[in-house]
């Protein structure tokens, strides 16, 4: 199985070549990469999926009187309160790249790999994401400074969860 930094060394491997399309079959896994468009680089996995289970019919529904709907009325929209954290859509999103569980620390001894207030930089591990018992060190590939953490440590985090808002 292809870990993350493999598959993105691919991807810049790709990048900086005049390769315009890049398809891959290993042990199962598939990953095909094109460039070109607005989208310079696409990462395509599939897995082998279980046939679908064929839902149970519905029941018949006899017809009834059509029931009057009146729309809710208008709110007032709600006040904006003022807030110290820079906008969020200024910010910067790290997000994990895969399901699995967030750590932020490389061992229970040892201290966070960052916190609010540090700056990183493209290549500074920000965390570590376990899924099926392998280690993936998650890298910023930005720069700035973490604003805020989003995850807490142990916490099973989502493919595309934000896991740290950093300030460019």
Same mark, same amino acid.
């Given at each position: #199985?292809?870990?993350?930094?493999?598959?993105?060394?691919?991807?810049?491997?790709?990048?900086?070549?005049?390769?315009?399309?890049?398809?891959?079959?290993?042990? /199962?896994?598939?990953?095909?990469?094109?460039?070109?468009?607005?989208?310079?680089?696409?990462?395509?996995?599939?897995?082998?999926?279980?046939?679908?289970?064929?839902?149970?019919?519905?029941?018949?529904?006899?017809?009834?009187?059509?029931?009057?709907?009146?729309?809710?009325?208008?709110?007032?929209?709600?006040?904006?309160?003022?807030?110290?954290?820079?906008?969020?859509?200024?910010?910067?999103?790290?997000?994990?790249?895969?399901? /699995?569980?967030?750590?932020?620390?490389?061992?229970?001894?040892?201290?966070?790999?960052?916190?609010?207030?540090?700056?990183?930089?493209?290549?500074?591990?920000?965390?570590?994401?376990?899924? #099926?018992?392998?280690?993936?060190?998650?890298?910023?590939?930005?720069?700035?400074?973490?604003?805020?953490?989003?995850?807490?440590?142990?916490?099973?985090?989502?493919? /595309?969860?934000?896991?740290?808002?950093?300030?460019?």
């Amino acid at each position: #199985m292809l870990k993350l930094h493999e598959i993105r060394e691919i991807i810049k491997l790709l990048d900086q070549s005049s390769v315009q399309e890049f398809d891959l079959e290993h042990e /199962g896994l598939r990953i095909s990469v094109k460039k070109g468009g607005r989208v310079n680089q696409v990462a395509e996995v599939q897995v082998p999926v279980a046939p679908a289970v064929q839902p149970a019919p519905l029941p018949i529904q006899t017809a009834q009187a059509p029931v009057p709907v009146h729309p809710p009325a208008p709110q007032p929209p709600a006040p904006k309160l003022p807030t110290a954290q820079p906008a969020e859509e200024n910010l910067l999103k790290i997000v994990s790249p895969m399901v /699995g569980t967030f750590y932020s620390k490389p061992d229970p001894n040892s201290p966070v790999f960052v916190k609010e207030g540090d700056r990183v930089g493209a290549n500074t591990i920000v965390c570590i994401v376990e899924a #099926m018992k392998l280690f993936n060190e998650i890298e910023a590939e930005v720069t700035g400074e973490v604003v805020k953490v989003l995850a807490t440590d142990g916490q099973l985090v989502e493919y /595309g969860q934000p896991l740290f808002l950093v300030k460019p």
